[in-house]
């Protein structure tokens, strides 16, 4: 498919480039990703989804650099995030890049979403395309629920007690979807493992699938261009995707990752207290995409909790899923779809209004307000104050001299022994192994005495591969150690 | 069919933008590259604290004695997000001009723990028979040097120590921490 009929071209690079083309046929790959044709020409509306791509990208470079430091862990989590953000270099950039990226991601989506719904782009056999699409909305809500939990803060372990509690309401199936969400009735440490992996492996997995399925399918229906009635659509000028269109993206993008490390720079994200479950007090509030929700199910209570929670914004869900095979016209004139963008406004307002209303609540009650800025307090001092490592005992530590008082003189001896001797070095004080070392388990149940000394006095290969030497040690001293190991490892059985 | 396709922009414009598209992604990527590399080589450039100090004891006890006395030496080590309690084997020995040192228990080969053998006179390393006379110097087998003297300072009475990490398999000392 090379371009050059009469042999190798001139020039080092331009012969590079050939010998490149003729293995992989990257100039047809490179025309049929930039040649792509547009109806009426590239414009700055179309650029959300590329700017979409862009901060998926930032999300995932971030996110794997964080992973170099986080623990997933509940009694680790929340150290090895201020670790990050109080000690290591660029930590608290990076994990802002990070959380803000979220939030820019989530407004993009809806940007993405707007765009497509005012353009009428659903119509004309793109409905797998939209469905794809709406698809990437519910799992990048995941990424960003899921990611809200992971530095185990006190606002991220309640704003998710909360989250997690709405599953309950899904009926029949409800209980056992909060148990599995959590990976019990409580959250702990399995609820953080769990939406560690999902964070980190499975939503991801599946986002990469369904863009990669989303871009075929864009390619397939092609570009839906202005929103024109299909005879006057033909009629107009149409450009390839390079340059113009990838020019606008590129700016775009660049643009968003320029205010999204200035944001990181200037203000970066906060961290509060470690989750204290205890604490019945504290007051959640979600991110403010989440806002609407919390509100709207405010309005919802006791049975009808299941409506507010479950029930209506299934329908909102599904209705949206839907759209291509409800709206079946033709026309793509925003002007001429008075119902499709009369609800488009009517829900949007709603969800303005419904964000407002919750802030406007918190505000008004007093003992609410209190609450709140004494929690953003305590999450001011806690994210000045400077880093404290987890303290740990080392391996080890105080074990030595705890148990040979237990033991016969013999075996007593034999722990003296297992020291001097260099024993402790390879097995581990009392030859409990730990840090690594070779533990010598439950020694009693597995050997007779005869059987250990001459096990100890000549190892077996794989024993010696392993760096032990023979030992040494004659008559008395010998039947000390081997006491000593029988007696310190006997398991259950006596010896 | 009215259908007019416009004709691919000439090629001197495209490869301007391309060329721009590409600097452009270069500047952006070298900029991002920056603090994800300063993130990840975080603790190499910031290795942990040296140890503090450890008192041993009264030199006299350790002047008395008539073969090297074996101490344990703890310290509280930062590593990454946590800090542990470290213990070391350490030695109180003579040097060769008859001083006190304390030598490192931490055989120079591959890092096991050299034990006083009292009825031959030598540190052997039971891992790989490295053999050691009294002073720390060596004798036999695979390390290629002796035991590692560590610093050692005397103040209000007594003898203080401070454990360090040396690189092992290698002729020459060099600290690592």
Same mark, same amino acid.
């Given at each position: 498919?090379?371009?050059?009929?009469?042999?190798?071209?001139?020039?080092?690079?331009?012969?590079?480039?050939?010998?490149?083309?003729?293995?992989?046929?990257?100039?047809?790959?490179?025309?049929?990703?930039?040649?792509?044709?547009?109806?009426?020409?590239?414009?700055?509306?179309?650029?959300?989804?590329?700017?979409?791509?862009?901060?998926?990208?930032?999300?995932?470079?971030?996110?794997?650099?964080?992973?170099?430091?986080?623990?997933?862990?509940?009694?680790?989590?929340?150290?090895?995030?201020?670790?990050?953000?109080?000690?290591?270099?660029?930590?608290?950039?990076?994990?802002?890049?990070?959380?803000?990226?979220?939030?820019?991601?989530?407004?993009?989506?809806?940007?993405?979403?707007?765009?497509?719904?005012?353009?009428?782009?659903?119509?004309?056999?793109?409905?797998?395309?939209?469905?794809?699409?709406?698809?990437?909305?519910?799992?990048?809500?995941?990424?960003?629920?899921?990611?809200?939990?992971?530095?185990?803060?006190?606002?991220?372990?309640?704003?998710?007690?909360?989250?997690?509690?709405?599953?309950?309401?899904?009926?029949?199936?409800?209980?056992?979807?909060?148990?599995?969400?959590?990976? =019990?009735?409580?959250?702990?440490?399995?609820?953080?493992?769990?939406?560690?992996?999902?964070?980190?492996?499975?939503?991801?997995?599946?986002?990469?699938?369904?863009?990669?399925?989303?871009?075929?399918?864009?390619?397939?229906?092609?570009?839906?261009?202005?929103?024109?009635?299909?005879?006057?659509?033909?009629?107009?000028?149409?450009?390839?995707?390079?340059?113009?269109?990838?020019?606008?993206?590129?700016?775009?993008?660049?643009?968003?990752?320029?205010?999204?490390?200035?944001?990181?720079?200037?203000?970066?994200?906060?961290?509060?207290?470690?989750?204290?479950?205890?604490?019945?007090?504290?007051?959640?509030?979600?991110?403010?995409?989440?806002?609407?929700?919390?509100?709207?199910?405010?309005?919802?209570?006791?049975?009808?909790?299941?409506?507010?929670?479950?029930?209506?914004?299934?329908?909102?869900?599904?209705?949206?899923?839907?759209?291509?095979?409800?709206?079946?016209?033709?026309?793509?004139?925003?002007?001429?779809?008075?119902?499709?963008?009369?609800?488009?406004?009517?829900?949007?307002?709603?969800?303005?209004?419904?964000?407002?209303?919750?802030?406007?609540?918190?505000?008004?009650?007093?003992?609410?307000?209190?609450?709140?800025?004494?929690?953003?307090?305590?999450?001011?001092?806690?994210?000045?104050?400077?880093?404290?490592?987890?303290?740990?005992?080392?391996?080890?530590?105080?074990?030595?001299?705890?148990?040979?008082?237990?033991?016969?003189?013999?075996?007593?001896?034999?722990?003296?022994?297992?020291?001097?001797?260099?024993?402790?070095?390879?097995?581990?004080?009392?030859?409990?192994?730990?840090? =690594?070392?070779?533990?010598?388990?439950?020694?009693?149940?597995?050997?007779?005495?005869?059987?250990?000394?001459?096990?100890?006095?000549?190892?077996?290969?794989?024993?010696?591969?392993?760096?032990?030497?023979?030992?040494?040690?004659?008559?008395?001293?010998?039947?000390?150690?081997?006491?000593?190991?029988?007696?310190?490892?006997?398991?259950?059985?006596?010896? | 069919?009215?259908?007019?396709?416009?004709?691919?922009?000439?090629?001197?414009?495209?490869?301007?933008?391309?060329?721009?598209?590409?600097?452009?992604?270069?500047?952006?990527?070298?900029?991002?590259?920056?603090?994800?590399?300063?993130?990840?080589?975080?603790?190499?450039?910031?290795?942990?604290?040296?140890?503090?100090?450890?008192?041993?004891?009264?030199?006299?006890?350790?002047?008395?004695?008539?073969?090297?006395?074996?101490?344990?030496?703890?310290?509280?080590?930062?590593?990454?997000?946590?800090?542990?309690?470290?213990?070391?084997?350490?030695?109180?020995?003579?040097?060769?001009?008859?001083?006190?040192?304390?030598?490192?228990?931490?055989?120079?080969?591959?890092?096991?723990?050299?034990?006083?053998?009292?009825?031959?006179?030598?540190?052997?390393?039971?891992?790989?028979?490295?053999?050691?006379?009294?002073?720390?110097?060596?004798?036999?087998?695979?390390?290629?040097?002796?035991?590692?003297?560590?610093?050692?300072?005397?103040?209000?009475?007594?003898?203080?120590?401070?454990?360090?990490?040396?690189?092992?398999?290698?002729?020459?000392?060099?600290?690592?921490?």
């Amino acid at each position: 498919m090379s371009a050059e009929p009469g042999g190798p071209p001139a020039g080092r690079g331009a012969r590079l480039a050939h010998w490149l083309d003729l293995r992989l046929g990257w100039r047809q790959v490179m025309a049929t990703a930039l040649d792509e044709p547009i109806p009426g020409g590239s414009r700055w509306a179309y650029v959300f989804g590329s700017g979409l791509l862009f901060i998926f990208v930032n999300q995932i470079v971030t996110g794997v650099f964080l992973t170099l430091y986080y623990v997933p862990s509940a009694d680790h989590a929340h150290t090895t995030v201020s670790f990050i953000q109080k000690q290591v270099t660029m930590g608290s950039f990076l994990r802002s890049l990070h959380a803000y990226g979220s939030s820019v991601m989530v407004l993009l989506l809806m940007l993405h979403l707007a765009q497509t719904y005012v353009y009428g782009a659903y119509k004309g056999r793109r409905e797998l395309l939209w469905l794809m699409g709406c698809f990437l909305l519910l799992l990048v809500l995941g990424m960003a629920f899921t990611g809200y939990l992971l530095p185990w803060d006190q606002k991220a372990y309640f704003a998710t007690a909360v989250g997690t509690n709405i599953a309950s309401e899904v009926p029949l199936a409800g209980g056992f979807l909060k148990l599995l969400l959590r990976g =019990g009735s409580e959250m702990g440490t399995l609820t953080l493992s769990r939406f560690f992996t999902l964070h980190v492996f499975l939503l991801p997995a599946a986002i990469f699938a369904a863009v990669a399925a989303h871009l075929f399918l864009f390619r397939k229906a092609g570009a839906a261009g202005p929103p024109r009635p299909a005879d006057e659509l033909r009629r107009l000028r149409v450009e390839t995707f390079f340059p113009s269109q990838v020019f606008k993206d590129f700016v775009f993008g660049i643009g968003l990752i320029l205010i999204l490390g200035a944001l990181a720079w200037r203000r970066p994200v906060s961290l509060g207290p470690v989750a204290n479950p205890a604490d019945a007090t504290y007051l959640p509030r979600p991110e403010w995409y989440y806002l609407p929700v919390f509100q709207f199910i405010k309005y919802f209570q006791g049975a009808a909790a299941v409506l507010g929670i479950v029930v209506i914004p299934a329908v909102v869900v599904l209705a949206l899923f839907a759209l291509p095979f409800l709206d079946r016209s033709p026309e793509r004139r925003p002007l001429r779809r008075p119902v499709a963008i009369g609800s488009l406004l009517l829900v949007f307002a709603a969800l303005v209004l419904l964000g407002v209303q919750s802030e406007v609540q918190d505000r008004r009650d007093p003992a609410v307000r209190a609450k709140l800025v004494a929690q953003e307090e305590a999450e001011r001092v806690y994210a000045a104050a400077p880093f404290m490592p987890e303290e740990n005992l080392g391996p080890g530590s105080g074990a030595a001299a705890s148990q040979p008082s237990a033991l016969s003189p013999a075996a007593a001896k034999g722990a003296l022994l297992f020291e001097s001797e260099g024993c402790s070095t390879c097995h581990g004080p009392q030859g409990h192994g730990g840090g =690594g070392l070779f533990a010598l388990a439950s020694l009693g149940r597995r050997f007779s005495a005869e059987q250990l000394t001459a096990l100890v006095r000549a190892p077996r290969p794989d024993m010696q591969q392993g760096g032990m030497q023979p030992v040494q040690l004659q008559g008395e001293d010998m039947n000390a150690l081997v006491a000593f190991l029988l007696a310190a490892q006997r398991d259950t059985a006596s010896p | 069919m009215g259908l007019l396709i416009e004709p691919p922009a000439p090629a001197t414009r495209r490869s301007f933008f391309g060329i721009l598209v590409g600097a452009i992604s270069a500047v952006v990527g070298a900029m991002m590259a920056v603090p994800l590399v300063r993130f990840a080589l975080h603790p190499v450039l910031h290795p942990g604290g040296a140890a503090d100090w450890f008192a041993l004891g009264s030199p006299e006890e350790f002047a008395g004695a008539a073969e090297p006395v074996r101490a344990e030496v703890s310290f509280r080590r930062v590593d990454g997000w946590r800090a542990t309690t470290v213990k070391q084997t350490v030695w109180v020995t003579r040097g060769a001009k008859g001083g006190l040192v304390v030598l490192s228990g931490t055989c120079p080969h591959l890092g096991c723990v050299a034990i006083w053998h009292g009825d031959r006179g030598r540190f052997i390393c039971p891992c790989h028979n490295g053999n050691f006379d009294r002073h720390g110097e060596r004798l036999s087998g695979p390390p290629p040097r002796g035991l590692d003297p560590l610093p050692v300072k005397l103040e209000g009475g007594k003898l203080w120590v401070k454990y360090q990490y040396y690189r092992p398999l290698v002729r020459d000392r060099e600290v690592i921490g």
